[in-house]
Nanobody
Framework: QVQLVESGGGLVQPGGSLRLSCEAS????????MGWFRQTPGQERERDFV??????????YYGNSVKGRFTISRDNAKNTVYLQMNSLEPEDTAVYYC????????????????WGQGTQVTVSS
């Protein structure tokens, strides 16, 4: 079965950095675009788009609130996608979810084929 296993979440001070990792199994990793979404505890709407990268790594997209601060990358040899988060703000506090979509890159949660379990990121002093 398909599994997306995330790691790297935690508690950081405002202005700090974290690097999230997501290792995929049970799928042909190089055939999937990958992304990150986030959701706060009281959020009832669909998960918010954070970043996405095409299957070959040649195209990247970012949500407006994280442009210039976050960087998405992937290593197809390791079946892993990363999210480097710098200059973190309290508003970045959320559960972050790894996502996979077959071939075509997308920015809506309804387009996602597979989800990771989520990892908590808390930005607080």
């Amino acid at each position: 079965q398909v599994q997306l296993v995330e790691s790297g979440g935690g508690l950081v001070q405002p202005g700090g950095s974290l690097r999230l990792s997501c290792e995929a199994s049970g799928l042909t990793f190089s055939s999937y675009s990958m992304g990150w979404f986030r959701q706060t505890p009281g959020q009832e709407r669909e998960r918010d788009f954070v970043a996405a990268i095409s299957s070959g790594g040649s195209r990247v997209y970012y949500g407006n609130s994280v442009k210039g601060r976050f960087t998405i990358s992937r290593d197809n040899a390791k079946n892993t996608v990363y999210l480097q988060m710098n200059s973190l703000e309290p508003e970045d506090t959320a559960v972050y979810y790894c996502a996979a979509r077959f071939l075509t890159l997308g920015t809506r949660s309804s387009e996602v084929n597979y989800w990771g379990q989520g990892t908590q990121v808390t930005v607080s002093s």
